[in-house]
Nanobody
Framework: QVQLVESGGGLVQPGGSLRLSCAVSGIIFSLYTMGWYRQAPGRQRELVASITSGGSTYYADSVKGRFTISRDNAKNTVYLQMNSLKPEDTAVYYC?????????WGQGTQVTVSS
C-alpha cells in the first residue's frame, strides 16, 4: 500500500522556523512530483511548494523567499523548510505525490504560528 506520513509540525512563534518531513513508501518515489499543500479553517486548500523528479521547484508567492522544498530520493522523503514564519502560515500542511493519473495524499500535520 501507498503511505505518505508527515511529521515536524507544531507550535512556533512568529519569526521562528520549522522543518516538515514527508516519508513515502509504496511508490517509485523518484518518478513523482512532490508537493506541500496547506489548508486553514474556512480557506481552500492551496499549493505551497512543489518539486519535480528533476529537481525543478515552484513556490506560492506568499512563501517565496521564506520556504524551501527539497527531496532525498535515497530516503524517499520530501522536506519543507519554513523560516520567518507568520501567523497567516497557520494551517494543516499536507504532503502530495503526483505522477500522471496517480495521486496520493498524507494525513496532514498542524502548524500553528502564534505568540
Amino acid at each position: 500500500q501507498v503511505q505518505l506520513v508527515e511529521s515536524g509540525g507544531g507550535l512556533v512563534q512568529p519569526g521562528g522556523s520549522l522543518r516538515l518531513s514527508c516519508a513515502v513508501s509504496g511508490i517509485i518515489f523518484s518518478l513523482y512530483t512532490m508537493g506541500w499543500y496547506r489548508q486553514a479553517p474556512g480557506r481552500q486548500r492551496e499549493l505551497v511548494a512543489s518539486i519535480t523528479s528533476g529537481g525543478s521547484t515552484y513556490y506560492a508567492d506568499s512563501v517565496k523567499g521564506r520556504f524551501t522544498i527539497s527531496r532525498d530520493n535515497a530516503k524517499n522523503t520530501v522536506y519543507l523548510q519554513m523560516n520567518s514564519l507568520k501567523p497567516e502560515d497557520t494551517a494543516v500542511y499536507y504532503c502530495n505525490a503526483n505522477y500522471f493519473k496517480w495521486d496520493y495524499w498524507g494525513q496532514g500535520t498542524q502548524v500553528t504560528v502564534s505568540s
